[in-house]
């Protein structure tokens, strides 16, 4: 602080009968000076900043789940005006989910089967591949069918350089093209498309993502349509990544037969086993993967869409969490971490 004004002090002691008022206004002037404002100001300021910091610190310990996501996420209001949900979406309650592998380039029924309409990495050729996925979308159509309360996502993302679409679009236009989803099609409005996933981490991660932004809520069941060899990879890794109730989970698989000894141990090698010591696919070889699917630089809307799920999409587990296979240890719409 400056010290005290030389013509305060002078004044008081140039005029005696006037010293204790001088000496009671002279406080005042102190106090009102600007070096003493400046202070004071920054006093008060800091006070209030503490007082900030404990309150939000409260809040954030004694407050629901809910409340901290909705304090955290941030969904513009320029993109909320644009949705106009049916009453009937905040029902659905399962999702039933079908991971895309290839990219079908066709437009009409008749070529779902052709490997030359479909963008296929080199080991896809042959063994009847092609053929399972088309049984794949087709039994998530009945799924979502038969269930009034499900939503069917097909996933998969944009991940080859030399196709301008998604899997997971890919895979609802031959449900479309080929009937699967009715004579009119559009009609049916419980089917849609999870664009970004890279890998089956993701498929099951971000379609969770996309059925909260499509209903509003996150669901109760899911039901995932698959190769039967990567039934373990789901339903013992992925599940648990996502904190997901077993109960809760089911799996569907169906699996060329031509060559299923050799996909079967080529899974186990470069699907299962990776997963078990990269719990979430953010590091090394599984972390190359999802860079060469990649190409056009892709990235979701679900951090704004799914706020509540944004610290799980982050989490990349290292040694100060306990290694790479370290689970999410925090808050999800579906779990709550035990207290200690």
Not at 96 to 103: K, L, T
Not at 137 to 142: E, H, L
Request: aromatic share 12%; charged share 20%; glycine share 8%.
């Amino acid at each position: 602080m400056l010290p005290t004004p030389v013509s305060l002090r002078i004044g008081s002691r140039s005029k005696g009968f006037l010293r204790a008022d001088s000496h009671r206004r002279s406080r005042l002037d102190v106090l009102l000076t600007r070096a003493r404002i400046t202070n004071l100001g920054f006093i008060i300021l800091s006070a209030f900043a503490a007082l900030s910091f404990l309150t939000n610190i409260v809040f954030y310990f004694s407050g629901s789940s809910e409340e901290r996501y909705i304090t955290h996420g941030y969904q513009p209001e320029s993109i909320q005006a644009t949705f106009d949900r049916e009453d009937y979406l905040s029902g659905l309650s399962h999702l039933v989910m079908v991971p895309g592998h290839g990219i079908w380039k066709g437009w009409s029924g008749e070529e779902k089967l052709d490997e030359e309409m479909w963008v296929l990495e080199q080991y896809q050729l042959g063994g009847g591949r092609v053929k399972v996925w088309v049984q794949h979308i087709q039994t998530g159509v009945d799924l979502a069918m038969e269930d009034e309360h499900s939503l069917l996502v097909f996933s998969g993302g944009q991940t080859r350089q030399n196709s301008t679409t998604t899997e997971a679009e890919s895979y609802i236009r031959l449900a479309s093209q080929t009937g699967m989803l009715g004579k009119h099609p559009a009609s049916f409005r419980r089917v849609t498309t999870e664009n970004y996933a890279l890998d089956s981490f993701q498929n099951l991660l971000f379609s969770v993502a996309r059925f909260h932004e499509y209903t509003g809520r996150y669901p109760d069941l899911i039901t995932v349509v698959g190769y039967e060899m990567k039934r373990r990879r789901f339903s013992e890794l992925h599940r648990a990544s996502l904190r997901w109730p077993a109960d809760r989970f089911r799996y569907i698989g169906i699996d060329p037969t031509e060559e299923a000894s050799t996909a079967h141990e080529g899974e186990r090698q470069n699907g299962y086993l990776p997963y078990t010591k990269d719990a979430y696919g953010c590091h090394d070889v599984l972390l190359a993967k999802r860079r060469s699917r990649n190409p056009f630089f892709r990235y979701h809307s679900y951090y704004t869409s799914s706020p509540e799920l944004n610290e799980l999409f982050n989490w990349c587990p290292g040694p100060r969490e306990g290694g790479p296979t370290a689970l999410y240890p925090g808050p999800l719409p579906w779990y709550t971490p035990p207290r200690h």
